[in-house]
């Protein structure tokens, strides 16, 4: 079975205490609840949620969880106790944020940024507040001009870290004017650029051209090669991270839309670059 995740199974058994369910995976689990609860039949297959009780058995539910294992999200905390903060993810059993996976102090109504993992020891699903090594380095399907969620994990007076899009990692520079923003907020946002070393600058507002280009445009290339005199050296041949750094786009994107102003009449191909007609 897997844990912390979505599972199709199909009812095997009808008992007082609930239904117990065969999973497509492997195993078997229980449903609780009675007809007056939900009315299943013999044979019926259904996708149930698959946890631990607090017993530490594997347990169903038809609850949909905020998040499962393998994911990022933004919890809120229902109670705090010597063992640690307990989140609430959407589900009856409340969310463990053990004590050693948390960065600071929390309360009772606090919000924090979560990756939910089974722990290899205990086999419990749990949160942690330590994502930064469960974060996707890799960017590059990622453009500049892309808007993007943004959910608020690390806060200082100059700069805010925040996941983005509850994958990636952008880091947006606190400006004069701006509202606080507090670890748990969620917002809307667009990438500014990338760094030399591919990480992600962020902005709560879309930047025109003589900042950031909205890179689904032919435009970008048309402007860029008009700057340059009519011609560059960047084609099929050029590697992804340059296409990324000088155009803001992945490759997929770049070659896309060489195709198309080429198809237009607009470019033209060459060995060692495109050049303007």
Known sequence: ?????????????????????????????????NRNQFQLNLDDELDVFVYMDSEDRPIATMEKPYAMVGEFAVLEVKDVNRVGAFLDWGIGKDLLLPYKQQLGDLERGDKCVVFILEDEKSNRIVATE??????????SELHVGQKVQLAAYEVTPEYVDCLVDFRYTGRLMMQP???KIYIGDTMTGFIQRFTEDGKITLNLTPVGYKGIMNSESPSVILQKLEAAGGSLPYGDHTDPE?????FGMSKKTF???????FREGKILLEDDGIRMK
Do not use: C, W
Not at 21 to 32: A, I, N, Q, S, Y
Not at 130 to 139: A, E, G
Not at 242 to 246: A, K, Q, S, V, Y
Not at 255 to 261: D, P
């Open 177 to 179: 004017g701006m509202n």
């Open 255 to 261: 070659k896309k839309i060489l195709g198309t102003l």
């Open 242 to 246: 340059t296409i990324r750094r000088e």
């Open 130 to 139: 330590k994502i930064k090594s469960f974060l996707d380095d890799d960017t």
């Open 1 to 33: 079975m897997e844990l912390g995740k979505i599972n199709h199974a199909r009812v095997s058994d009808i008992l007082p205490q609930g239904y117990y369910l065969e999973l497509e995976t492997g195993g078997r689990v229980l449903l609780p609840g």
